[in-house]
Structure formats: C-alpha cells, structure tokens
C-alpha cells in the first residue's frame, strides 16, 4: 500500500499520464480528475483524461481551460475508483492501472500501486495534500475543482464524512479563491426543468416498507425518458429518499437495461447502507452505497427491500 508521498514520487517520476474517473463521474472523481490534470500539467507533463460516461454538463467548468494532449499513455492513474468494475466501458484498462487514488474502504485493488485512506471524505482532499507534496500551488482553479468534489461528496458539508479537517481544507480552498457560493448554488441548488418533472413523480411514486423505515423509488426507463431525465438529474434523488422523517434506508432502483436495475442507497445512522449493499456484490461508504441487481423490477425491488428489512431488524 502506497501512502502520499509514495504517489507523489512516482506521479513527479512519470509522464504521458492517463487519469480516468469511475463512470456515471460525481463531483469527487471529477474534481479529482481535473485538479490532478490541471497540476500535472503545471509540472510540464502531458496528460490524458478518459471516463466511460460524459461529463456532468453543470460539471464542464471543472475542465475549462484544460489542453489535453493527444499521445500513447505510459502510466495510468485512477481517482475515487473503488473497483475496476467501476470504469465502465473502460474495464479493460482497469487491468494496465499504475496507480489508483481512492478513499473508499470498500476498495477492491486493480493497481499496481494503491494509495487508499478511507478517512478522507472526499478523494479531493486527498489530491489537496498531494498537489501541494508534489509543490504545485493551489490556483483558484484547482480550488474550484477541489472544493466541489469535497461539497459534493459530503452533501454540502451535512454528512458525518465532513470532519473538522473537510472544513479546515474547504477554508483553505476558500483562501486559495474557490467560488464556493457559486459552485454550491450549481450543484445543489439549480434544477434543471427535467429535474424538476423528475422531482413530480419522486414525490408521487416513492413507496414505504417496513414501518415506513425503508423508502423506494423506482427509475425506470420510461419514466426517464418521459421527464427528459438524464444521469445529471439523477444524482441526488438517491438522498432525497433518505430525507423522508423517520426514514433510515432510502434508495432507489434505476434500471440500466434488461432485468438490470442499479440500487443507490443511502442510509441514516445507525443504518448501514455499505452492509446491504455487499450483500448483493456492491459497495461504497456506510450511509451511501450501491449495487446492481440483474432481476425483473418486482422481483429486484422485493429482493432488496427483504434485505433491508433484515438490517432493520437490529434497530
Ligand atoms: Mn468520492
């Protein structure tokens, strides 16, 4: 297992470097990505960006103003890729992967080198300490980049991920000239019109079991299609189950092809959403996890509300 310092030897060591986000790319492995770019690149090497899943369009100012160069990778970086299940349609370079950056303790190793520490609420703030060993000043936009992986991946500063040292960084971001007002009111605030037609039937259709500890919503194709809904749209309706009172296991069943639905769960303490989820292949954090269930939706909503069920039983 490699620490920081390791990585940034062999990051300061290589050039043509690879750098790919886990697909359906959140905030976290993006601004990872594009941080890391944007500080390698001010080392004088070229660098690649790759990810199986288009870039976010509220997310494309992460990469403004970035030249990639067009070369043959030599070295391979992932960031906030905690299985090599996760890149996608880019599985198959999950095997060449010289380093993986990761902060999941779910983390499956594919790399040659890793370097895991699952205390960090965000990968970003692991690529904040690494950029500054590697001697590249934090300019406002590698700010930018960072503070948003680390608002995104704690929920605005809510979840318990968010330690004192999140906010001590998300400060430094801040002095550094992060945009943080701006950057939350993007990712947090403004609904796109499709979001808003997708939020009608979140409040419609979401279905209680369990007491009403256990809510659900189904994503199917249809629906999505209906309300213009895209993967954009998406990310934050898997918490907004979880913010029902009295809710402790929230998810939603999104359905990704035939008989294919991906569960994203999100759980209030004391509800581990991570142990549920690792029942059925997935991971993730303990209150935000996920797996994919290969099952007709009635039979994959009954098999993973019974699994739920069975951790709630322990509260
Ligand atoms: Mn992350």
Redesign the pocket.
Known sequence: MADMKRAADLLQSWDRILILSHRSP?G??LGCASALSRALLALGKSVQFRCADPVPKNMAYLFAGIEYGDFEPERIVTV?VADKALLGALEPLGERVDLAID??GTHRPFAREIWVDDTAG??CQMIYKLVQVMGVEITPEIADCLYT?IST?TGCFRYSNASPETHRIAASLLECGARAAEINRAMFETKSRAAVELLKHVYGDMEFYHDGRCAVLCLTRALLEETGAGESELTGVSSFVRQVEGVLIGLTLQERGENEYKVSMRSNAPASAQAVCARFGGGGHKFAAGCTIHAPLEEAKAQIVAACGEALKAF
Do not use: F, I, R, Y
């Open positions: 959140d976290d492995t906030d902060h999941h965000a990968a992986g991946d």
